[in-house]
């Protein structure tokens, strides 16, 4: 008979059956704050709330470099410029947590805001003209789907295809000329609202918690995240990876195509080009957010986080007076630190490279 004291090691997954050692503290059984230092334990919105000390790192810095950036005023003209890119970002987000990447964002954004105002302009009808631009959107965003998971095509590739192709037609069809003007409501959506803030600001609030709610809360949001993480897996496991991928870059369209109806309504009219400089924000702010460029990893709580950072410090370098080419600089300083912080920790659980 072997000695009571001889561990004995399970053959499954290399797993001890030994009693566990009494000696080790629990997480489980320890105070709130050392579960949250547990990262077995933490809960999944620890994670998605990362960059958020970074977030009040850079308004307590700001705050005590600029004036008024703490303003009431400041802060909800911050939160209604930002709101373009958070409503488009809603939609990269779930492009970028299945690996891909849609590059044809701002273009869909001209697009779906130049349809909005075509039919409010031509038919006076409003609520049609808000559908118009979000339904364009789709369509777009469901033909760039088909190729990515029907043919196969590298989605870079697909999209940037279709960021020429959107905006060469949506420049032929409107012959390089702006919609304008759209109808006083319109304009008024990004102006008034309860308690002084805009109701595009409210609807972008509203939008992040269902689609919070939709990627964590739904079967749907599940099958997005296992498609990112192993398309072989989740095919595996029963799941339609054609149709889920197709699914996702049509939602992205949607929401691209409803951001540029706000942003019609910002601009009181529509322009084939006017979502295109938004591009690299959009995706930044996902970025920034900590979702990961390779799939399987991210939230709409960190996309919101990343969507606030970028606005805090835009308006604050704006406050200090910096030219567009140095903000430029500086936000592209942020992505790419933000970007290597996600790659550090991918090798040090790799291990060092061999060869």
């Given at each position: ?7 004995v ?10 009693p566990?050692?009494?000696?080790v ?22 994670a998605?709330l ?6 009040v ?6 705050s005590?470099?600029?004036?008024g ?28 947590i299945?690996?891909g ?11 779906g ?21 979000p ?7 469901t033909?760039?789907?088909l ?22 037609a ?14 006083m ?5 990004s ?22 709610i ?16 192993n ?35 910002q ?13 690299l ?11 990961s ?7 709409l ?8 950072f ?8 704006s ?6 080419f ?7 300083a942020?992505?790419?630190l933000?970007?290597a ?8 659980r790799?291990?060092?490279?061999r060869?």
């Open positions: 008979m072997p000695p009571e004291n001889i561990n090691e399970s053959p499954v997954a290399g797993l001890s059956t030994a566990p050692d009494p000696t503290p629990d997480p489980a059984r320890r105070g709130p704050l050392a579960r949250l230092r547990a990262p077995a334990h933490r809960p999944a919105w620890v998605d990362s960059m958020l000390p970074a977030l790192l850079l308004i307590a810095v700001l005590l470099i600029t004036d950036l703490l303003s009431q005023s400041n802060i909800i003209n911050i939160f209604s410029q930002s709101t373009v890119i958070a409503i488009a970002a809603i939609g990269a987000t779930y492009v970028i299945t690996g990447i849609d590059l044809s964002t701002g273009s869909v954004i001209g697009a805001g130049m349809a909005g105002a075509w039919v409010m302009i031509h038919t006076g009808n409003v609520a049609l003209g808000v559908v118009a631009g339904a364009a959107g789709a369509v777009m965003g033909l760039v789907g190729v990515v998971a029907r043919l196969k095509v590298v989605p870079f590739a697909v999209t940037l295809a279709a960021l020429y192709v959107v905006s060469g949506a420049t032929l069809l409107s012959h390089g000329n702006t919609l304008a003007p759209v109808p409501g319109v304009i008024q959506f102006i008034d609202g309860p308690g002084g803030v805009p109701y595009a600001v409210w609807l972008t609030v509203v939008l992040y918690v269902l689609a919070q939709a990627l964590t809360r739904t079967a749907w949001g599940r099958r997005v995240t296992l498609v990112g993480a398309t072989e897996v989740a095919r595996i496991s029963g799941v339609n990876v054609t149709r889920t991928t197709i699914s996702v870059y049509a939602i992205a369209g949607l929401f691209s195509g409803l951001a540029g109806v706000v942003l019609t309504s601009l009181a009219g529509a322009g084939a080009s006017m979502g295109s400089p938004l591009l924000n959009i995706v930044g702010a996902v970025v920034l957010g900590g979702t460029l390779t799939g399987g990893r991210g939230s709580l960190r996309t919101a986080v990343g969507v606030l970028l606005g805090f410090l835009s308006n604050g370098m406050l200090l007076g910096l030219q567009d140095d903000q430029q600089m500086v936000t592209g942020f992505i790419f933000a970007a912080a996600q790659v550090v920790p991918l090798r040090r790799r291990g060092p490279e060869g």
